[in-house]
């Protein structure tokens, strides 16, 4: 009787060393733990563009780090909605990168990312625009109409849960992309809100609210 559980008992030990090693080397990336298939990916196919945590160096691939994970899951589904429905959010990139994933991949990738520590853009931002674009941000432009950015990204620009995403440290590239998206329509999936913003911001007011953006911590 002894015998036999001190034998269950190693059979036991036996099982449990290969979990405990890669439990260890789960710990020591640099990420932390996420569901194994989901740090998969992300560690594969979206790493090239937007780097494993997804603190993306590029300028025009936007940084996903400390994202809203619902703001991610939801623009997922709008690159692949945009298949049939091409208003969302029409990117050739990022609709053949979502082709495979479920839904359920799309909910842990954007829960994967939100949890991931944001690196803010390092790309020297141009001086000569930041004040008009930091007054923009927090007072908006009366004249033409313009609300304030902060009222629905948050005067740190972390977004508001869950339906402002946070733009603080993003890169000006990317933001001046999406800028430019709203105003020709390519990007659909904001309930008009952002574009009847931009529709009314010269191309100066874009630029600038960019630069300052990139430089908000
Ligand atoms: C070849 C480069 C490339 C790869 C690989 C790539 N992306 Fe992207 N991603 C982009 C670009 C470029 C954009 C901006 C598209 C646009 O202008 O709308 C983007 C946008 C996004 C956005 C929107 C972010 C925001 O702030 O709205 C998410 C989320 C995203 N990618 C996730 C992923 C995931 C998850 C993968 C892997 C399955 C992936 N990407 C693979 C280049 C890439
Ligand atoms: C009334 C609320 C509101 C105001 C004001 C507003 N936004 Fe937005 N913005 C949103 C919403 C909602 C989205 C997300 C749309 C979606 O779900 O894709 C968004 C998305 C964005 C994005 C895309 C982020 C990304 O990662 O792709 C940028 C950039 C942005 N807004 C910049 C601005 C700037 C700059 C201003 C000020 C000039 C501004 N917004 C004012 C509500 C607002």
Redesign the pocket.
Known sequence: MKMIKHMVMLAALAMAAPLAAEETAADSSAAPAAPASVQEIASGVCAGCHNADGNSVIPMN?ILAG?QAE?IT??LM?FKASETEPAK?NSPVMSSMVAALSQEDMKKLGEYYAQQKTVPSQIAADEKLLDTGKI??HG??IENG????????GPSGAGIVP?????AG?HAE??LT??NQ?NTGD?G???K??Q???HR?SAT??RA??AY?STMR
């Open positions: 936007p994202q703001y939801k623009q709008d959010r923009l941000y908006g432009n313009i609300p304030a950015c902060a009222s629905c990204h339906r402002y995403p946070g733009v993003q990317y933001t999406q800028l709203f990007r999936n904001d309930n809100v952002m009847k913003v931009v911001m007011e874009k609210v960019s953006i």
